[in-house]
């Protein structure tokens, strides 16, 4: 059985990625950094091991890896978002954005590298956002962190291609989650009317596609930038 590595899975798109990779025949590893209860039920669910580890921390990721065992599908899903002007975001918290949505991904997929090249094969999915394409005012951090991500996609995917690995990034836009719960009844209202489907989207739907991306039917799809957001990047 092939096992994949979720990080972020406790709750939100991460949770029904674990899902979803689950009900396609991986053996899933539930990462977490603080919702421990939630992870180990969904765990204990879907048949998978919950790992806590902090993403933006490389020693601990190196001893999630061990403690997993060989990870064949890798979603670097964790992340953290800001909402603050540009003039009054500082550099602590320029660096705390970095450090788990880019400096993560970094650590998971060094840290799963070695096996997948040694078998010539692996995929890797990074979860960016509709930002990270378009912006978002008043999120330039969290806009310019998921940038990074669609860049380091492109990159690897020609790098690892002879590998035979392939690198994929979703894009997901407004999904139903705990993070766009703070948003007001307004704001929510408006991001729904910009979207063509005129709808939020919800985690399963972006899940859908990081289960296909993951599975053998994808194997010629790679550096693909993939909008999950109903249109609203149209």
Known sequence: MKTALVSGASRGIGRACACA???G????IVNYRQSRKDAESLAGRIGGE???ADVSDREAVDEMFTAAGDVDALVCNAGIAMQKLFTDTTYEDWRKIFAVNVDGAYNLI???LPHMIHEKRGRIVLVSSVWGVHGASCEAAYSASKAALIGLT???AKELGPSGITVNCVCPGVIDTDMN?????DTLAALTEDTPLCRLGTPEDVAALVRYLCSDEAGFVTGQIIGVDGGFGV
Not at 181 to 185: G, K, M, T
């Open 21 to 23: 990779l689950a009900a």
């Open 25 to 28: 025949g991986f053996r899933v």
């Open 181 to 185: 719960a703070a948003l007001d009844s």
């Open 110 to 112: 060094k840290a799963a």
């Open 50 to 52: 919950a790992i806590c």
């Open 154 to 156: 492109k990159a690897l």
